[in-house]
């Protein structure tokens, strides 16, 4: 039996979705460490890519066999590793040889020639496309042949994407050889998506030609000369069926994954060139035989000791599985087997694949919030395959910082961290406050204890809210953590609010997780921190909810953004009277439905209140300020049983009206838009201000541009203060004394790599109302920054802090 040289897609691609902003269900994800994004299996050894870190450089770690279990023996970075230098990406090893593909974030791609010298491997060469040629993803696939080097290119929307082609020469230098291109490109094909390997023939996908129908490019040559044979497709296809995302080839046969074939189902064809005529015809299919819908099958296809392997990574709730079967010289398989994720649900093992002979590795990219793992199936004496390890790689994570305060220095640097006018108190990383591996921050509220006076901040996980003292803000103390409900998935969306001692605690995106009520006075006597808390009371008449709203003067709190059950009230204003802290009831509905994405009316945030600013006919009514997606939608909720919508208003470039908060004369409202910087409608961190001194007739004023180029999220204001959370710039604090032309004072960058450009993670939002000055910021794979604004016109030499 005869198999491909080598063959390796590092991820097999998506269908290109609508943005969406990622404070909704289905949103791009934030920065994911990606372990098993790319595999592949040598003699004895697993390779195993990381390319996405963003704390530290990419990485191969490289795992053997001893003592029964596979255990990490070392690892691999670029010569010239840098932190998010993406080197991992793609990974193809052929004897002595190893190709290692690198996609830094924002900038070109390389490929890296690492060679085996005395048991050790030793970088070799660094591979660049020419800077004259179309090198989109340049490092996204590798492959290797006998003495050359492949280095796929897919593309973009705007091109149709190439391979490129290196060759050892005598004296051992990488040369570069020549660009493949398809003879007929178009934009999107994504041509060099997948590489197959023959000797003297390559097999290229281009898996999104024709509207992501797709197609295998066969060219064939050798030294320095390949041209395009042949080109072949699934009979019929369909557009967005992705027929080429992978390739392998047993015998003779071509095998061809398919993911998107029936409405994302997927197939895996396998295809045989006919002699006589010259043409590639099919010659049978694989299917998933436990399918329900949408198992993106053939998302990876490899041989492994003489079995198909194929991916599926959507099957089995997401959890992924792969499907082996047993060859058959002719077809149809003689057999197969499902082998499903051990991790359960929310995996979506499958994605890579690659092996040899016994032993075979799945790439599980999901697992632990996104930070990936890759299982190791080894096939025992009785020809059975079953799970032998599953591998990981240490968190991703900054040393926390605590013991005294660290100024802002002149050259405007606390550590890593970027500043002006702002000290660091402390830092508590995700994992010292009770995050696991690959969990992520998201929002923050909290609570001064009216008899003690103690602080405490309530700060959101994806797995659960964790309680930190910071009454002594240079020594935060981790309380303890309470789970997220029973059966509820982990969220990277979870909120909380407080009244009367009590914290009322949602998530979105996690079934039927429900109002989550915590009485805090537990926090003043906990014995040997950090514990595990439970919750005292549970408010089920919701589901999933985005957000908790809490006007504390009148005792209601409103569920926001609700799904997946319960009373939705269409995703509007879910009203709960929570005058008895621990029994919450439910008091009705509000929701503007000419607002919103969908036209149900749906709000993503509000700030309610009594309201006591200039329109007159509202005075000491309750009236809800809501970002609803598409407009700014204003509601008086005094009659619970009968609220009503007093105006609705929509601004210029609006792409996700997202939150915003009151000045405290309840004049202006300023309000985030979350999508508008990376859809290209402003050209940086806009703030747009309402004067809402009519409430009918509520009137943008102005708009404030950052000095960063950052997504914003979430705002609040003190005084003459406003405090912004604005993902990869961190906290941006403005000076709105005068109303309509704010003016930024000071920050604190949260996110010391990368570029403060549109994007998400960073800092997800902040809590600036503690009596002390403190400022509480969560920051999503960084953890939680205990802050202090320093007074204006005091230099570094002079400030001291009050604690």
């Given at each position: 039996m005869k198999f491909g040289v080598l063959c390796l897609a590092a991820l097999a691609g998506a269908v290109a979705a609508p943005l969406a902003a990622q404070s909704l269900p289905g949103a791009p994800a934030q920065e994911l460490a990606q372990f098993g994004g790319s595999i592949a299996v040598g003699e004895g050894e697993v390779f195993v890519g990381e390319p996405g870190n963003v704390m530290r450089p990419g990485l191969v770690s490289i795992y053997r066999q001893t003592a029964g279990s596979w255990t990490e023996q070392g690892q691999l970075q670029a010569p010239d590793a840098q932190d998010a230098d993406g080197f991992g990406a793609s990974l193809a090893v052929s004897g002595e040889w190893m190709l290692v593909g690198a996609r830094p974030r924002g900038s070109d791609g390389s490929a890296h020639v690492m060679r085996l010298q005395g048991g050790a491997w030793a970088p070799e060469a660094r591979l660049t496309a020419p800077s004259d040629s179309d090198a989109a993803s340049f490092g996204a696939v590798v492959a290797l042949g006998e003495g050359t080097a492949f280095v796929g290119s897919p593309g973009s929307q705007e091109s149709p994407g190439a391979v490129h082609v290196f060759r050892r020469g005598a004296n051992g230098s990488w040369d570069y050889v020549e660009r493949l291109a398809a003879s007929d490109p178009a934009p999107g094909d994504g041509f060099g998506g997948s590489i197959l390997v023959d000797g003297n023939r390559i097999f290229v996908g281009a898996s999104g030609r024709d509207d992501g129908a797709g197609a295998v490019h066969v060219l064939d040559g050798s030294g320095s000369t390949w041209s395009e044979t042949a080109r072949f497709s699934a009979p019929g296809a369909q557009r967005n069926e992705r027929f080429g995302a992978s390739l392998a080839r047993v015998d003779d046969r071509v095998l061809v994954g398919a993911p998107g074939t029936g409405q994302g189902l997927g197939v895996v064809y396998a295809f045989r060139l006919n002699e006589t005529s010259g043409q590639w015809q099919e010659q049978s299919r694989l299917f998933p035989y436990q399918a329900t819908r949408q198992e993106a099958f053939g998302s990876a296809v490899a041989v492994i000791g003489g079995d198909v392997w194929v991916g599926s990574p959507r099957s089995n709730g997401a959890?992924?599985?792969?499907?082996?079967?047993?060859?058959?010289?002719?077809?149809?398989?003689?057999?197969?087997?499902?082998?499903?994720?051990?991790?359960?649900?929310?995996?979506?093992?499958?994605?890579?694949?690659?092996?040899?002979?016994?032993?075979?590795?799945?790439?599980?990219?999901?697992?632990?919030?996104?930070?990936?793992?890759?299982?190791?199936?080894?096939?025992?004496?009785d020809g059975e395959w079953a799970v032998a390890s599953e591998l990981v790689s240490p968190p991703e994570r900054f040393a926390s910082i605590t013991g005294a305060e660290v100024k802002c220095s002149e050259e405007g640097e606390i550590a890593q961290f970027g500043c002006q006018d702002v000290e660091l108190l402390s830092f508590l990383s995700v994992g010292d406050i009770g995050g696991e591996r690959g969990v992520r921050m998201n929002d923050v509220w909290g609570w001064t204890d009216p008899e003690t006076n103690r602080e405490y901040v309530?700060?959101?996980?994806?797995?659960?809210?964790?309680?930190?003292?910071?009454?002594?803000?240079?020594?935060?103390?981790?309380?303890?953590?309470?789970?997220?409900?029973?059966?509820?998935?982990?969220?990277a969306w979870r909120d909380m609010k407080v009244y009367q001692n009590h914290a009322y605690i949602v998530a979105d995106a996690s079934q039927a997780h429900g109002v989550q009520v915590f009485d805090l006075t537990r926090l003043r006597n906990v014995q040997n921190a950090p514990v595990e808390f439970t919750m005292d009371a549970h408010y089920t008449r919701v589901n999933s909810v985005h957000n908790i709203v809490i006007n504390e003067e009148t005792g209601f709190a409103y569920a926001v953004g609700s799904s997946s059950g319960g009373e939705t009230c269409g995703g509007g204003l879910h009203m709960i009277d929570i005058r008895e802290p621990k029994n919450p009831t439910f008091a009705g509905c509000f929701s503007d439905a000419l607002t919103g994405r969908s036209g149900t009316g749906y709000t993503h945030d509000a700030q309610c209140v009594v309201y006591r600013g200039p329109d007159q006919r509202y005075q000491g009514k309750e009236i809800c300020f809501n970002a609803n997606e598409t407009a700014l939608s204003i509601a008086d909720v005094s009659d619970k049983s009968a609220p009503v919508a007093v105006s609705r208003a929509a601004y210029p470039n609006v792409a996700y009206s997202h939150q915003g908060w009151l000045d405290e004369e309840q004049r202006y409202f300023y309000m985030n838009d979350e999508l508008d910087e990376i859809s290209g409608l402003v050209q940086g961190t806009r703030t747009i201000i309402w004067d809402v001194s009519d409430l009918e007739d509520p009137r943008v004023v102005g708009e404030h541009t950052g000095s960063t180029g950052a997504s914003d999220h979430n705002l609040y204001i003190i005084g003459d203060l406003m405090y912004q959370s604005n993902y990869q710039s961190g906290l941006r604090i403005l000076d709105i004394s005068d109303r309509e032309n704010p003016v930024e004072v000071a920050f604190f960058d949260t996110v010391p790599y990368g570029t403060n450009t549109p994007g998400f993670g960073g800092s997800w939002s902040n809590y600036p109302y503690f009596p002390s000055g403190s400022i509480a910021v969560t920051s999503g794979g960084e953890g939680l920054f205990i802050l202090k604004k320093r007074p204006s016109g005091v230099p570094v030499s002079d400030q001291e802090l009050d604690h």
């Open positions: 959890g992924g599985a792969a499907y082996v079967y047993s060859d058959a010289e002719d077809g149809p398989w003689s057999s197969a087997v499902r082998l499903a994720s051990p991790l359960g649900p929310g995996g979506q093992m499958g994605a890579t694949l690659a092996g040899r002979g016994d032993v075979a590795a799945a790439g599980v990219l999901g697992a632990d919030y996104g930070a990936g793992r890759v299982v190791v199936f080894q096939r025992g004496t309530i700060a959101g996980r994806m797995d659960g809210t964790a309680f930190v003292d910071i009454t002594d803000p240079l020594n935060p103390v981790y309380l303890g953590n309470l789970p997220r409900t029973e059966g509820s998935p982990g969220a």
